[in-house]
């Protein structure tokens, strides 16, 4: 194996910590990161990081709070908590990341930019200068339902971001399908949200992710021959 | 009086409801709007906007959530609670402004657009063609930390947004001599953070914010003589 497999991540975009643990008691063992999905983070605020994280220490917890100001004030709240990872929004102002990115380092953990709907090259040139090592892919949600798929710019623009030198996080309505147009990037992190919460038998829909992965970036150049069957 | 005085909007952003409470018993009386901030909004989640309306209910109770994505869960959830207002940040894909607006519909409610960090004119033009009628003009506390003052580029693009038939909402570290700078700009709302928060006297503070607002704008052209002494 020549580089490291894609991480899986489970997003927990749920109303209620009580909803949220229905997936966890199950899939947790599945997955290598556990995101407090910001839908989460507003109906329970920062707790839901706490509880999650002493749930499940073993597991990188991600508070997806897409902090978009105030960045060392937000970062220290959701470090305090023992989130593991961060996200600050593309939008934000570079002293946002800047100051989340400070936090970070005091606490050992690390900052992703949220690139969903609007963000350009020259700031994801400013972020690598900043010292920011992580983005996360997204294909917004709401342009789904609007009828977006993933399309070749979509492709193109995280292997740029890979180039770049970011680990790149996917995510946006991901379905195990849509893995294979991503063969060949180094990515960093798959987040599956409602094709494993929603998943009939969540736990083989986490396990079928987690082998769809190693089937794919496990070897390069053998992929979808005749590995782990 | 030839148009409406601005009003003034108090923000929460403390760490704890209980800590928000100890300035909202004394200057709830003396503002128009309620801001939930961000920072509590993640710091105790949606309940912070059902229990703040549940205590003030004749104030315009906004929730900071500034939604990125999930136009319509997020909002239905704030509404839920309650909020009469919600803000989408400035970066969402144009959907998500469009969904929580349709939920803000159904429950008699409004949408600002967030304008914190980067944004576009083009944008801004979207913004109007999708029937948002609020943006929030907000200095970044985190640039205001680097060093960044009101510029004239701040104060034009105020009034261009006014012009363009948005009800703007100024905010960002403002102070009471800063409010001199927008006179002749019909501001819809004055956000108050710190400087009444954490004023030695914050009742005054507010009362003097709305001094302010009255003596530049209540009479057009009689600004800064004569006046409510």
């Not at 194996?1 to 975009?13: G, K, N, R």
């Not at 971001?161 to 995510?171: H, P, S």
Request: aromatic share 6%; hydrophobic share 45%.
């Amino acid at each position: 194996m020549t580089h490291a497999l894609p991480l899986l991540q489970v997003a927990l975009d749920n109303h209620s910590l009580s909803d949220a643990y229905r997936t966890t008691r199950l899939i947790a063992p599945e997955v290598d990161i556990i995101e407090v999905g910001t839908i989460l983070c507003v109906a329970e605020g920062v707790r839901a990081v706490r509880d999650l994280k002493a749930l499940y220490p073993e597991k990188i917890v991600l508070a997806d709070a897409k902090i978009a100001d105030a960045g060392q004030i937000l970062a220290r709240m959701c470090f305090e908590a023992h989130a593991d990872w961060i996200t600050v929004i593309c939008c934000a102002d570079i002293n946002t990341a800047k100051g989340a990115l400070a936090v970070a380092k005091e606490y050992g953990g690390d900052v992703q930019i949220e690139l969903t709907g609007f963000w350009t090259w020259e700031q994801a040139a400013a972020w690598r200068d900043a010292g920011i090592r992580q983005v996360v892919y997204h294909r917004s949600r709401d342009a789904q339902a609007a009828g977006a798929a993933w399309s070749d710019a979509d492709i193109n623009a995280v292997r740029r971001l890979a180039d770049m030198g970011f680990n790149v996080t996917v995510t946006g309505g991901l379905a195990l399908e849509d893995l294979p147009l991503f063969q060949g990037i180094p990515v960093h992190v798959f987040i599956a949200g409602r094709s494993i919460r929603d998943a009939a038998d969540p736990v083989a829909a986490a396990r079928q992710f987690k082998r769809t992965i190693q089937q794919l970036w496990g070897q390069e150049g053998t992929c979808c021959t005749a590995q782990s069957r």
